[in-house]
């Protein structure tokens, strides 16, 4: 189980050079395949693949969103069997997404950027926080769009929906 909060700002960034960011402290790039489920309306229920180099990892997630900052977040590690069984509960209508995230820390925060296969300019970047009021120190080599936290539009739920075109950002 993760941390019964989540709280995370999120940026749209011009697609930043992958040569800068594998130089990063604590840098990590992986495929993830994240699928959303049927699930009351006012729960978020995901499955992920997660897969690193030498491995693969499973998780379910279930999230209540308590305002545009903070969600009640339920992630557990589950087999391989279990996410197939749970796949079977996928959302009609949606897609699976597919991204890479490439994570790193900086100035002691952590940064999550997803790169997605239908957008060749931008990315998103994610910063989770242990406040709503903790500081953000976006690094230099990352160059900021506009903040999409507020933004329905960016969650990864909606994407699933009716994903985004770049020439609209």
Not at 39 to 63: A, C, F, G, N, Q
Not at 72 to 89: A, C, H, N, Q, V
Not at 104 to 121: A, L, N, S, V
Request: proline residues 4%.
């Amino acid at each position: 189980m993760g941390a019964p909060f989540e709280i995370e700002r999120k940026y749209i960034i011009k697609m930043p050079s992958l040569d800068v960011i594998e130089r990063q402290h604590n840098f990590c790039s992986t495929e993830i395949i994240q699928t959303y489920l049927d699930s009351p309306s006012e729960i978020t229920e995901r499955l992920r693949m997660r897969k690193y180099p030498d491995k693969v990892r499973y998780t379910h997630t279930r999230k209540i969103r308590v305002n545009t900052l903070r969600a009640i977040e339920d992630e557990r590690e589950i087999t391989e069997g279990e996410y197939k069984k749970l796949s079977e509960r996928k959302k009609r209508g949606y897609i699976s997404i597919t991204k890479q995230r490439c994570s790193f820390d900086y100035m002691g925060q952590t940064y999550e950027i997803d790169i997605y296969p239908q957008w060749k300019k931008t990315a998103i970047l994610e910063i989770e926080l242990s406040s709503e009021e903790e500081t953000i120190n976006i690094p230099s080599f990352l160059d900021v769009v506009r903040e999409v936290t507020a933004d329905s539009r960016y969650k990864n739920v909606r994407m699933a929906k009716s994903f985004p075109a770049e020439e609209d950002i």
